[in-house]
């Protein structure tokens, strides 16, 4: 079992890739397009809001993985129709706006304008290569950068946004939860900052990760999130014991007042969710 390549070398992998990148104008046409088609939040009714972001161009794990978690995560939480998609992969290349560093940032401000920060919940889930300084984005022909942890963290203030759930599936994604974590915050990541984590390859499905916590996992109300990701991690270590692999280590956290905050979430059945 290979580990997740080096920027360096899934660049020279991703040199075949044929998607044109979408200009600035292109993708915040696309992301306009989907936030006309998501309702402002109701004052005095608690409701959350999901982004999902694909960073990668290749390989299809990437898009496999963002669309089970629009899914998956979008039941836990019952997010309804009040998800926006990001993707760089090829899968996605004619129907979902790509995603740059600024991109990513443009996103969180303009579905936080169509929440009530101080009731609802931002959820997002990214998934991507990684590195100990943040998540790789890819865009069909350009190069490799970096949506660096602290660009995510100014772009969460910056919104406005009060209360999130941060799941980040990538190598070293740790340093998300190093540094995001807090009272009003749950995150969950599939290493922790020192190490990588795996099925990000050709010819998976879904990562380790994405696997392990999303695919297959009953969602229903009461959700306990401490217990999933126990659950997750018994699983994943089981699987790199296996495979004889360095373990990644995911990581979890979840503030006293988030813990609160979900009490009693409304559901809704996952095979309702877009």
């Given amino acids: 079992m290979k580990k997740c390549l080096s920027l360096a070398s899934l660049c020279l992998l991703s040199a075949c890739a044929s998607i044109p990148p979408q200009s600035v104008s292109q993708m915040e046409k696309l992301i306009d397009q989907q936030l006309a088609q998501i309702p402002e939040g109701v004052a005095g009714k608690k409701e959350a809001f999901l982004l999902v972001v694909a960073g990668f161009d290749e390989p299809a794990v990437f898009s496999n993985e963002l669309h089970l978690a629009a899914t998956k995560i979008g039941g836990a939480f019952n997010v309804q129709n009040r998800i926006l998609r990001l993707s760089n992969n090829r899968k996605d290349a004619e129907t979902l706006p790509q995603v740059s560093p600024f991109m990513l940032k443009l996103a969180i401000q303009k579905l936080a304008n169509k929440m009530n920060l101080d009731e609802d919940l931002f959820a997002i889930y990214l998934v991507s290569h990684g590195s100990k300084q943040g998540l790789a984005l890819k865009r069909g022909t350009d190069q490799p950068v970096l949506s660096e942890v602290v660009g995510l963290q100014d772009a969460f203030e910056q919104a406005g946004v009060q209360w999130r759930a941060v799941f980040v599936s990538a190598c070293y994604s740790g340093v998300y939860h190093d540094s995001l974590k807090g009272d009003k915050t749950l995150i969950m990541t599939a290493a922790d900052a020192e190490n990588t984590s795996f099925g990000c390859g050709f010819g998976y499905k879904y990562t380790y990760f994405g696997r392990e916590f999303l695919d297959d996992r009953d969602f229903s109300q009461p959700i306990d999130w401490s217990a999933i990701y126990l659950d997750t991690t018994r699983k994943i270590k089981r699987r790199e014991s296996?495979?004889?692999?360095?373990?990644?280590?995911?990581?979890?956290?979840?503030?006293?007042?988030?813990?609160?905050?979900?009490?009693?979430?409304?559901?809704?059945?996952?095979a309702k969710q877009p």
């Fill in 242 to 270: 296996l495979a004889g692999i360095r373990p990644s280590n995911p990581q979890f956290a979840m503030g006293d007042a988030m813990a609160n905050y979900l009490k009693n979430w409304p559901s809704l059945d996952i």
